[in-house]
């Protein structure tokens, strides 16, 4: 890897994930991309290569404990330790909380909230023995103003939110960042902020802080 730091991503996906990849790839990073489809992974990774941008990928399950710490560890084998850590995986779909089968609400906050700090616990080891890392989620406006049309999205998103806050309080004196952009828009390419470049720009403003760490940046 020579000098080179390693971003990985889990809930790589083709807004968001991307531009992540793109943003730090091209600032020296190797990107480590987790997500369930293969297809899709291997498309990214073409995607990335033809943009110059080195990158791997692991078959990981978000809402599955043991997938995220078994691709996790593929991870770490691999390329070596995780220097930035970026949990980007969700469940977005509508749902009236009024109708929700209990089971669904569940699965779905294991990938909202569960999978992150799984994947937090599994790097922040290594992360403590350096005294360095940076933790990041990806939020949104939904743990701050709730919409009924989605109701499970935005207890995840909120449970995201605190889980940062919590974490940050944890491990800030060890030197590790931990924080959460929370995305107050819907993420579309064509939208003038809230497209996924916009984005990735907020995640590396929070790459950049070597003190005086925010836990978040509401965009």
Known sequence: MDNKKLLTIIGMGEKNGLALARQFGKNNFIVAMLARSEDKLEDFQQQLEREGVESYYYLANADDADSIREGLRYVKGSLGETDVLIYNAAVIGKTNLSEMAVNKLVDDFRVNVIGAIVAAQEVLPAMEARKAGKIFFTGGGLSINPDSRYGSLGIGKA?????????????????????TV??????????????????????????????????????
């Open 182 to 219: 929370t995305i107050q828009g819907f993420i579309q390419e064509a939208d003038e902020k809230y497209n996924p470049a916009a984005i990735a720009e907020q995640f590396w403003q929070l790459y950049e802080q070597r003190e005086d760490f925010d836990i978040e940046i509401q965009y």
């Open 159 to 179: 449970g995201l939110r605190n889980a940062a806050y919590s974490l940050h309080q944890e491990v800030r004196a060890k030197g590790i960042h931990v924080a």
